[in-house]
């Protein structure tokens, strides 16, 4: 993208160590200060909770059992809430999502290519729009709003319906990308965009189901994302004949990490809460948002850096099925 050595290189780089900085203070801080405010206002409504119940009730009975039953509703909202150990892991995702969307819109607008550059700084700003969605993403998860509790033979199940609607953007999203990159056929990005999408709608609805047919769709799920890996594939000796040796490598690589950390997506959804629960909800949130993040990231930096090459090399970024 730049020269690390150049004085715009080392400016960049300062700034990026900067705004790191700050967005790791002020997810501490908002940490923090969002437990505190969180622990107070419990303790408030229970404080509130039992003064109105003594003030209404006198019978020593009847006002004990009152007061259990609010403080058991108490303990079944706590039952319900996100571990902290697990919400961190979101507030990160968002603080690194929303350090990547400023790099990248401000890469975009300051964008300064020859005129012969057809795509001009389009990629910077697909980059910037799929972080930007990300920040909302985590942001819905690590306030909760994104989550969704199914009960199943009396235990809770956390799924993340924000998740998979994010995937269902970016992903078609970058598979355009990495097509013009590799100058693909339309019929070659309907396929992987259809198998993408049906993958990510199979996966879903079987996370939603209760029982052992959600496993039905699970399978389906793998199906469909073997069919994207299988042309992700022969794109690969596909672009090798048709572009640039440099360029080929890139869009190579750009197919390799997209199967590799797509590849979380289903192995995930069976080992976590979706399917037999075999690794813990930490574990899930973990690995999940690491390949998510790491997904994106390079993803983005690989179609940035592409581009230009690539648009020298193909005037027509995706070539019309014959």
Do not use: C
Not at 115 to 136: D, K, N, Q
Not at 139 to 150: E, I, K
Not at 245 to 252: I, L
Not at 306 to 317: D, G, I, L, V
Request: proline share 3%; glycine share 8%; aromatic share 12%.
């Amino acid at each position: 993208l730049f020269d690390l050595h150049s004085s715009k290189g080392r400016v960049v780089m300062r700034t990026l160590k900067t705004a790191l900085l700050g967005v790791l203070i002020a997810v501490g801080a908002l940490l923090v200060e969002s437990n505190a405010v969180t622990t107070a206002t419990r303790n408030w409504q229970k404080m509130q909770q039992a003064h109105a119940l003594k003030q209404q009730h006198f019978h020593a009975p009847a006002f004990s059992a009152k007061l259990s039953a609010a403080a058991e509703e108490g303990d079944e909202e706590d039952d319900n809430k996100l571990p902290e150990h697990v919400a961190v892991f979101f507030a990160v995702g968002f603080a690194v999502m929303a350090l990547f969307a400023v790099v990248f819109l401000n890469l975009a607008l300051s964008f300064s290519g020859p005129g012969t550059r057809a795509h001009g700084p389009m990629m910077h700003f697909l980059a910037f729009f799929i972080f930007s969605i990300s920040v909302f993403t985590y942001f819905s998860m690590w306030s909760q709003s994104g989550l969704m509790h199914v009960e199943e033979d009396g235990e809770d199940r956390i799924l993340f319906p924000a998740w998979y609607l994010d995937w269902a953007i970016t992903i078609p999203a970058f598979l355009v990308a990495i097509g013009m990159v590799g100058n693909w056929s339309i019929s070659s990005v309907v396929g992987a965009v259809g198998s993408a999408l049906i993958m990510l709608g199979l996966l879903w609805f079987g996370a939603a189901t209760e029982g052992a047919y959600r496993f039905v769709f699970w399978a389906g799920g793998v199906f469909f994302f073997g069919l994207l890996a299988f042309l992700l594939m022969a794109e690969v000796y596909r672009a090798a004949k048709r572009v640039a040796g440099k360029e080929a490598s890139v869009h190579a690589w750009l197919n390799y990490f997209a199967i590799f950390t797509w590849l979380s997506i289903p192995v995930m959804w069976l080992l976590g809460e979706a399917g037999t629960r075999a690794a813990s909800l930490h574990v899930e949130v973990v690995i999940t948002a690491a390949a998510d993040v790491l997904s994106k990231v390079l993803l983005s930096v690989l179609l940035v850096s592409a581009s230009s090459a690539a648009t020298k090399a193909s005037p027509s970024p995706i070539r019309p099925t014959r």
